[in-house]
């Protein structure tokens, strides 16, 4: 069989290729765990930089409009020792004696570096890139068989030292109007683990904050309460979290945003209020959508302020074939 | 004899100290290798944050008029193997075999990590801090003797796992009026190692740019064209560098900028004019003065399309107690 | 289809799949890259320990008779910046401030810790594990197809965290019996790149040494003088090696030795003769036969003093999952 | 004033420093916070080894003798995810995918490496290099004050790369005779933390178990009990533990032994009885001494065993500058 170059292959396609039938890459609906095919994307079949070629010069012009007072609310939490980490993740930083160099000259330089060990774009908060969520769509063990967004298999991106595609450096910085959604806020109270936040739950506080519309190219962040659980009580933070779900997702998707972000580590509600679900609004935005998941934000000062729409303002760290990146998105008004 | 808390000594102190003529922090002109105290800092004994304490709403106001066309330029590089490293400095990025999880669930979700490790503030395009770089003003081997911004001493900021003082999180979001001096294109060609960018060049420049000042609060961005030798001729890059000098530095400083960039590794002429200094240009700026420096820029399509004046927006990753940062900062016009 | 626990396929096993024919784990001969099938091992289908399984008390108390006079030779090398690291390998020590804690109590206890970060079982003197080879012997990206020592697939053996089969941890300590072939004094001249060691090189140097035979469960080693290269002209350490080929690895495996080991980065002779086989010594002694290979080893010592035939020692340091070892094995006459 | 190349200054010297009345290194007695000075070694003044020295042939024909039956123990922990960790250390070791290499050649070979993070010599089953103590005997924050064995100073040590002086590198392999003394099995029971092990001790479980003396050179290992904790209660395991005293640790000085060993992190009791002391059997045994001392070992089989008396084997791993090693040592009957 001539394979194509993305070497291609699903449950659907192994049948047919047992009867012969198929020489080239299947692009007809296939099922998979996660419903209908979902690549090629909207942006082609060779995109890697999704949802975030909604951003636009019209796009940040629109976000421009909302900066009025000038000031600056850094949104990201400052990695350090003691924070929650997710499985075996790891973050650690460490200085190299002090000062690590020196004195040079005359005039005495000395300078200090640090060293930093870690899975860094998924400690802390942290920015999902493409590459981190796929489906197995196939048998387990088979790198053709786990397909991520747009379709790449697990088989094209694999390397040891760097996804080979839906890499961080990948996705366009974005620029763009920021919604924060207070949903602690519109229901007086911190939401508890495996709370799903329900599109009237959304509809509530669009209407209470005074927020219009979701517009495609938006970001659009989840004011849970969970957050306030940031280094207080890790494990209780950690054994499982609030948030949007399918309905919820799939709106999103509709309304085209670009990005959603959060107050908690996934995001999504966790666990699912179907047990046999694991990380479907993950699936439905990153993997079929292109769509980018900031987690572990702070919306204190924001909420504080009562500021609920801003430009947002993020700028991925392009390590090149990360499926994360670390840094802090900033809201101006 | 009472110390202080922060406990500071210096050659000058401990003569008088012998004397016993000396109970209180000296807050007295006493000169150091890099000439005279440069501490207290113009915000305070106790301030961090240095020259980006010059972003006010208002500068964010005066940066988004310079947003016309919402078209956005990333200056960063990105991280990988084979870019240039200083010294023994590392950088390493591996995945956690493909899919490092999963398959979780009915939908079958994989995902994928990355692990990082190196000297992350100070490889690729860095951004060096505050805790970066410091003067010996005493004896090697004293770490009360290091002095760093606002005078801290090594010792003060002395920790295995981070810097207690002058933390890279302790710096304010830029968003800011940003100015790119092409001196490449005023010369019509690539400068050379060890040639320094004189204060007639910038005149020069900006002239020919048509920048008409530049502001308190600005970044100040220097084309030199060394950056077209990286990843092309590391070795040629790493040898020395085209850069400003003293002369520069303290016009920056008079014109109180929160910033400066380069398509260099040191932003300064290296090696210096004056073969017996080192690093002037960064105690200048960074240790006296608190102004930040934007290392390994690349320029290539703000000139391509002749973009001189923008909107610069930098978010630091709030890595704690860390030297400097990663990360890509952005022009927008 | 019923699967075995170890879910095994093969390029023949699918061949026979797609007939619906085969209903249990083939244990047949079957053809793969490397020629017929080489599990199960000797020490059942379950083993992972390999030829360290020839470290019996016996071959321990026959080591022992060699020790005559007391002197210990150390074989490794010290692991440091600067020597030679293939591809994208890394290695780095750096030291947490000095000292990384204290003073403590009255007595005011001090401490210093380090910080290492690299491919600690494949850099400088390294021990290959028998997770380290494999042979691919389906079609790439199907982790069944990979197929290590004793027949274990890269799907049973994967984790992000460490080889689930195979690792460093599963190899018992090495006492035995040590010859080392220095095939350079026989040839009177360090060997060149390409050149491989022949089965009457091999004889030749016995001869000469009087070394009588090769045993069960011995540590061989090969000196070359290529390794007098190391840290003097890395490029050209790097860019091949002289060593054994088939010929001396077949009759290795015959001799049933436990473990072989040399002054060069890959023991076989690199590039190999034939131009189209790659690592073929390390497929038939590691993959298919369980013979542990030690890199990079220094015998300027045991040379000059003429020791040929010695107790030789090596305990792996078992880090959980790894594919190799750090460490520095020593001889005993 | 001539300072030496080793630059030596102490409380006592500052004090004849003011007075102009000191050209060279002091050698004369003086008190530090740990009594009296302990330099310079036993053997001489640049001695980086310490009591690996007393390696002698000797030594080994020694222990030779005590290998009766052939049979070796594995005295090393694995290093793995969940053993516990001291403060903030860490330990983490990744596949870089798997495979991380190939398939090269018609063979189709493939291979897999691992990237460890983590200070690894003190981690786990850990042995305590000559760097990794010392005694602050000036001011905090003065890197002459720090001492450390043999007198060197931190100034004289400090590297950001590696110690400078007494790396883990410059230690003797050990092949001596291993005595293990189950003070457990002696008293019936698992000792409490805080609970110390007493000459009379000693004494008691040497008469119990027939061990006649303990002699020059030799390795004493103490079994606690406390180890039957690791990974079952790391959180108790952690809290403190049973060990030797000053007045064991003073008595083992008097015998010369070469190294100590035990089940717990720190070999020593903590808290101390003297609740104002911290770590002064690390200072007594390594600093002053040059004796090694080698943490978290496993016993279990050789108590089984009734095994009390063997060549004791262990080479530390190489890493140039390191404070400590990984490792496990073997016990040979």
Known sequence: MMQTTRGRLSIVVVGVLLLGLCGTRARAQMMTPSGSQWWPSPWGATDEAGASNRMTPEKVLEAVKLIQTGKVYRLGRVYEHGMPLRGQRNY???????????????????????????????????????????VLVGKEGDLNAARFYNGFTAAEMTSPYGLKKLGIEKVKPFFTRGVLLDIAGYKGRMLEKGEEITAADVQGAMSKQGVGDIRPGDAVLFNTGWGSLWMKDNARFDSGTPGIGLEVAKWLVEKQVAYVGSDTWPTEVNPNPNPNLRGVVHIELITKSGIFNHENLDFTELIRDQVYEFAYIFVPVPLKGATGSPGSPIAVR
Chains 1, 2, 3, 4 share one sequence.
Request: net charge negative.
């Open 92 to 134: 650690k930083l460490t200085l190299p004696t002090v000062p690590t160099g020196g004195p040079f000259g005359e005039n005495k330089l000395v300078f200090n570096d640090e060293m930093v060990c870690g899975e860094l774009g998924q400690v802390g908060t942290q920015f999902d890139g493409l590459g981190h969520i796929g």
